[in-house]
């Protein structure tokens, strides 16, 4: 079958500023139809912000967007959806109580159809698409790959012919992640023109055709996929050669440090988010967590952090149970958490303080007198910013005014500091690119080398098997599994993941 | 592809911008300031007066005699030492709007000994009646707290209501208990007797040390202590605090308690030093000015003083200007308005920039 490759989008020398900072500088992109376009950069090299331009949330300051040829002023989402671009957030976009159906007619202009002539519809564009669903059944009780494709059919019922998809699998299995993939090709075969901005390069090599790459608000180069490998990309990504593999020591006289014992826990809600779980961490190892989000790695973190009363069980720290005690006690023993929710600023620091208030977070108490002393806390972070590249024009702004991964390094870099004995870190890459991940693999390591246990909660499988010992399974709330890091596959995982007990 | 209609890209739009220079942010307030000089000014024109004439006399009627500086200094004393009240709370980020309340309480509590122990010695009942109404305001300010605290009540609506609670309070002692019985017509509480009466310093009673006292040393203890660090992480994010190993709840309710217990110590140097007496007018919205003063400094307790000041002159200056140009008192309040509309909207430029359409769309 012959066609004439047509073109989507063309972006020419887009350029988007926020007050001194540019965030896009002359961008230079190209999508056409029936192609999938990954869209690949550091954090902060510009990809939301171009993405959201595209998509009519932001205006260019400089440069033309043309959609199928013709420049076009996308002055609102609304624009965006007449010229045929729909966009799928990272975070969903649903009314929960809502079925399917109703969600993805729900703010078209359209008169509302009969329930029958609507699901018939729906069907009919599931059908086109290769998409299943079941257009009556509420959104709340749909599990995340299938909200993620109610998502999808919203723009397309509303005639998207491009669509734009921004990190659609950082919640998803693996398992899902193929499905969604086959989803895209068939998009593609149908005509769609596809752009997707995704962190992890075996995602990239799998789906896109071509690649355009940003670095620093720049438009670098755009290659052939088919012509590139993982360490070309990371090379273009961040301007130099950069190691892919993952060191892994090995662990030195691993003792037991911390044993869950029958750990059951209930949400607010009364529903089981911990059952029965049992597993222990040694000190000098990682161990690694891998579960769907919501298995309950979060409760498992604010039980040991103290946060969470559990209903169940024991937590034995040094044969001491440490269920029970508050914050401020679990904090003096040496267990030391460094999560990061969904929001990365939600816990752990301060989003409107500095560096230096931020560093004295958890240590502030020490010392005599009613006065806080900043003058150690202010060098702590001085040597942090030193140590570990943390870009920030000082140690006094705002921690939230930091990149992702400059915010990352602060919450972690401070938890070293302290000199735990157990650090449980949770998406300490969430959002991460490359370079910054690595950093953060190494600062990780350089802990287990020094003997500390470190609890590892991570979604990517690939980094939980380079760089973890054992990977402890959850799925709803119980352990489906503990895996030897170096002898298990990602399907095994996987597998676990979704509730299969799994001989290993 | 036939042509899509698009929506054309609104005229102005509103962007939240980076955070300004700070000597821009100062020059853009200041731009304020004379803006809402020159539109009071064209206010003042349409009733007939002389705008130069009428801020003159304002300026002047505030400073022109020692007895008028006097008279701007007390003006100011209740707001800032209320401003700065509320202004622990808010640091916190509980919307303690009840300052008017706690302010009547710490009066009621400090008038009981001003009433009923007059004959202590001078130092001794004073320090008694400033304890005295620290507590009164304290624990008034303690009950929306602890419901907060308890059952996740709404703080602004109930420390709102404590104040007609706390006011209908001074009537009933008024009417009842407290009544002087040798007033004859209507009912008030008794003239204190001299003893009560707050030392003078440079004629004016020494609420005015108190204030400035209570600004450094709120300051100190935002800034500097321990306590203060926790009430910041507390306001910035409870899950933070509480993962940080900081009791919440005790910084709330301790935090509070100072909040109202200020408050109340304000409400005594209105009873001692300015009233020698009870009566429902003790507090008469000082409370209420107060959150607009602490929200216009930004919560800092130098600026707060200063703002006080100023507020000061605006209020004896147009005492004055009633009485010697005959401008009605509403007239006045008028001219306030306008003059703190103007720097309230300034903050909004402070924030946000407007962008204009550029021709052609997107080029």
């Known amino acids: 079958m012959e066609q004439t490759v047509q073109t989507a989008i063309r972006c020419r020398g887009i350029t988007k500023r926020f007050g001194e900072v540019v965030a896009n500088d002359g961008i230079e992109l190209e999508v056409r139809y029936g192609e999938v376009l990954a869209l690949l950069g550091e954090n902060g090299s510009g990809k939301t912000t171009l993405m959201n331009m595209i998509s009519g949330i932001y205006h260019p300051d400089e440069g033309v967007i043309e959609v199928d040829g013709a420049p076009a002023a996308i002055g609102s989402p609304a624009d965006a959806q007449a010229l045929g671009i729909g966009m799928i957030h990272q975070h969903f976009k649903l009314v929960e109580p809502f079925s399917a159906m109703d969600n993805i007619v729900l703010g078209t202009k359209e008169k509302r159809l009969p329930a029958k002539a609507l699901r018939r519809k729906v069907l009919e564009l599931c059908e086109t698409y290769g998409l299943t669903i079941e257009p009556e059944k509420p959104v709340r009780e749909m599990s995340v790959s299938e909200k993620q494709t109610v998502e999808i059919l919203k723009v397309l019922y509303r005639g998207a012919r491009i669509l734009i998809l921004d990190e659609p699998t950082a919640v998803l299995t693996p398992q899902e992640t193929d499905k969604l993939f086959a989803i895209l090709r068939q998009m593609r075969a149908k005509g769609c023109a596809i752009i997707i901005i995704t962190h992890k390069l075996n995602e990239v090599l799998a789906i896109s055709d071509r690649v355009t790459i940003l670095r620093r608000g720049r438009s670098v180069d755009t290659v052939e996929t088919a012509g590139v490998d993982a360490a070309r990309l990371t090379e273009l990504m961040v301007g130099r050669k950069v190691s892919l593999s993952i060191r892994r020591p090995e662990p030195k006289d691993p003792q037991t440090i911390l044993k869950v014992v029958d750990l059951g826990v209930t949400r607010p809600d009364g529903s089981a988010a911990l059952t029965d779980v049992n597993f222990t961490i040694r000190t000098g190892e990682i161990l690694g967590v891998a579960g769907v989000a919501g298995s309950g790695q979060k409760e498992l973190c604010e039980v040991l952090a103290g946060l969470l009363p559990a209903q169940k069980g024991a937590a034995l720290y040094h044969k001491e149970n440490i269920l029970g005690k508050s914050p401020a006690e679990i904090i003096n023993l040496g267990i030391s958490m460094s999560f990061v929710p969904e929001d990365r600023l939600g816990m752990g620091l301060v989003a409107g303080m500095g560096m230096t208030d931020n560093m004295l977070l958890k240590s502030y108490r020490e010392g005599k007198g009613p006065f806080v002393d900043r003058a150690p806390a202010r060098a702590l972070a001085e040597s942090l910013i030193k140590e570990l590249n943390i870009v920030t024009p000082g140690t006094e702004t705002p921690v939230r005014m930091l990149s992702g991964g400059n915010v990352q390094k602060v919450l972690l870099g401070r938890e070293i500091e302290s000199g735990p004995n157990l650090l449980i870190t949770a998406y300490p890459v969430r959002g991460l690119d490359i370079n910054s991940s690595y950093v953060i693999y190494d600062l990780l390591n350089q802990q287990k080398e020094k003997g500390v246990a470190v609890v590892f909660i991570g979604e990517d499988l690939d980094v939980l098997l380079e760089l973890c010992d054992r990977i402890l399974v959850l799925c709803h709330g119980r352990v489906t599994g503990v895996a030897d890091a170096r002898t298990a596959t990602k399907e095994q995982i996987g597998r676990m993941m979704t509730g299969e007990e799994v001989d290993l | ?363």
Request: proline share 3%; net charge positive; with cysteine.
């Open chain 2, 1 to 363: 592809m036939s042509q899509t209609k698009l929506h054309s890209e609104p005229l102005l739009r509103v962007v939240k911008r980076a955070e300004r220079p700070a000597g821009q942010a100062a020059a853009l307030r200041a731009v304020a300031v004379v803006l809402s000089i020159v539109a009071g000014g064209v206010f003042l024109l349409a009733l007939g007066q002389n705008p130069l004439a009428v801020y003159g006399t304002m300026l002047s009627g505030a400073f022109r005699s020692a007895m008028a500086i006097q008279g701007t200094v007390r003006y100011a004393i209740p707001l800032c030492i209320s401003a700065l009240a509320v202004t622990l709370a808010f640091k916190m980020k509980f919307w303690n709007i009840g300052g008017e309340g706690q302010l009547i309480m710490g009066a009621v509590f400090a008038s009981y000994f001003a009433l009923y122990h007059a004959n202590l010695p001078h130092v001794v009942l004073l320090v008694i009646m400033a304890l005295a109404g620290a507590l009164g305001g304290g624990l008034w300010a303690l009950i929306p707290a602890v419901c907060k605290v308890r059952w996740g009540t709404n703080e602004t609506l109930f420390t709102l209501m404590l104040n007609y609670i706390a006011l209908y309070i001074v009537q009933y002692l008024r009417d009842g208990p407290w009544r002087d019985p040798e007033s004859a017509g209507f009912s008030k509480v008794a003239r204190f007797d001299k003893n009560v009466a707050l030392d003078k310093l440079f004629g004016v009673h020494i609420g005015w040390v108190i204030a400035l006292v209570l600004t450094v040393v709120i300051w100190v203890y935002l800034r500097r202590t321990k306590q203060g660090y926790e009430i910041a992480v507390v306001g910035e994010s409870q899950d933070t605090a509480r993962y940080a190993g900081i009791p919440v709840r005790r910084v709330v309710l301790r935090t509070m308690f100072l909040s109202g217990a200020v408050a109340g110590l304000c409400g005594m140097v209105q009873v001692a030093g300015q009233d020698m007496t009870l009566s429902i007018g003790v507090a008469g919205g000082v409370g209420f000015t107060a959150i607009i003063v602490a929200w216009l400094c930004q919560l800092h307790p130098g600026m707060i003083a200063l703002v006080s000041l100023c507020f000061g002159v605006m209020e004896k200056g147009s005492g004055v200007v009633q009485s010697d140009l005959g401008l009605s008192a509403d007239c006045a309040d008028v001219l306030q308005g306008v003059i703190l509309f103007f720097i309230l909207a300034s903050e909004f430029f402070v924030r946000y920039a407007f962008v204009a359409r550029k021709k052609g769309g997107a080029r």
